[in-house]
């Protein structure tokens, strides 16, 4: 009895102190660097040479989404809409492969019917209640990815409030638009300002965080895209940069990048072919906006409840 305790205490030990490094080498990886984080580089120059230039292309790549979603934004609204839905598509994948125990793989066939079979009552929820289900999926949402950053607290709210109510804030009757035509109905108005709250928080906590560390080009790419852009391209635009990106990243570092891919082409693959049905058959008339969007919510929420709770 005695010593089993003292097996569960090493191992609760060990397992803290795994989480501990897994922590700090995250928040290092992705938190902004230090003025003095970055004369330690320097001071390891060859090693350091080859981490800057992946640093580099990691601080330039939520710029380069960006522009690309400024020339759609200026293209007009059905491709700003179009290459947002696209940028949700690719941002997918990092919720496509099953990774547990310190391994990725795909998902079998049991755990993908569990996970469509979940989905499909969440997107019927949605369908019945459709206000209770948007705002279900927008407070998890938001949970979700506050939690997704495991930077401080300050940094993740920041960033999560942005991208659930940075639009509402900004743009509110285009904003309100997209909720109307997801919902089948104009919200309330007192929703939509309960939304846009949230947006003014995000867009206060995001100042009071770009105070204390200026260079963090995720979370300034989501003020911009959630300021300049249509709601569905700048929401699309920083869940790629802020949350789909850096996970994906994340991953690759943990697996490599081959069993990442291994792990997450069918589930993605299958994803893509039931958008571009779905877009179809809304396209033809045979499905309404209200439930091609239900679905798409529905498919979301297993894998925001499947999130194990200590990351
Ligand atoms: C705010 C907002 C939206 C919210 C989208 C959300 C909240 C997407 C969440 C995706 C998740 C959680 C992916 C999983 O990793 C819409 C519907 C684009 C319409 C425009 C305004």
Redesign the pocket.
């Given at each position: 009895m005695v010593s089993s305790c003292r097996d569960t205490s090493c191992v609760a030990v060990r397992w803290k102190a795994t989480r501990l490094r897994q922590r700090r080498s995250r928040s290092a990886r992705w938190a902004p660097r230090s003025p003095r984080s970055a004369a330690t580089d320097m001071a390891a120059a060859p090693a350091a040479n080859e981490g800057r230039s992946a640093h580099g292309v990691r601080a330039a790549l939520p710029f380069v989404v960006l522009a690309v979603a400024g020339v759609a934004q200026l293209s007009g609204t059905s491709i700003a809409v179009v290459l947002g839905l696209i940028f949700f598509l690719i941002?997918t994948a990092h919720?496509a492969g099953d990774e547990q125990d310190g391994t990725i793989r795909p998902f079998g066939i049991w755990q993908a019917a569990a996970y469509i079979v979940a989905g499909l009552a969440v997107a019927a929820v949605f369908v019945m209640l459709p206000l209770a289900g948007l705002t279900l999926?927008?407070g998890l949402?938001l949970w979700?990815f506050a939690r997704s950053l495991h930077g401080d607290w300050l940094r993740g709210w920041a960033y999560a409030a942005l991208v659930?109510g940075g639009?509402m804030a900004l743009r509110f009757e285009e904003?309100a638009a997209?909720f109307a035509a997801?919902l089948g109905f104009a919200p309330p108005d007192i929703w939509l300002y309960g939304v846009a709250t949230i947006g003014l928080a995000g867009l206060a906590l995001a100042a009071a965080q770009l105070l204390r560390q200026p260079r963090d080009p995720a979370l300034i790419v989501s003020a911009l895209a959630v300021a300049f852009l249509h709601?569905?391209l700048a929401?699309g635009t920083a869940?790629l940069v802020g949350?789909?990106l850096p996970l994906q990243a994340e991953q690759a570092e943990r697996h490599g990048c081959d069993a990442v891919l291994r792990a997450q082409w069918i589930t993605s693959a299958l994803a893509l072919a039931g958008t571009v049905a779905l877009a179809l058959a809304w396209n033809a008339g045979f499905v309404p906006l209200t439930v091609v969007a239900a679905l798409a919510f529905g498919m979301?929420v297993p894998?925001?409840l499947a999130e194990r709770l200590e990351r």
């Open positions: 941002g919720g999926f927008l949402s979700h659930i639009s904003t997209v997801i709601p569905v929401v869940f949350h789909a979301t894998h925001m």
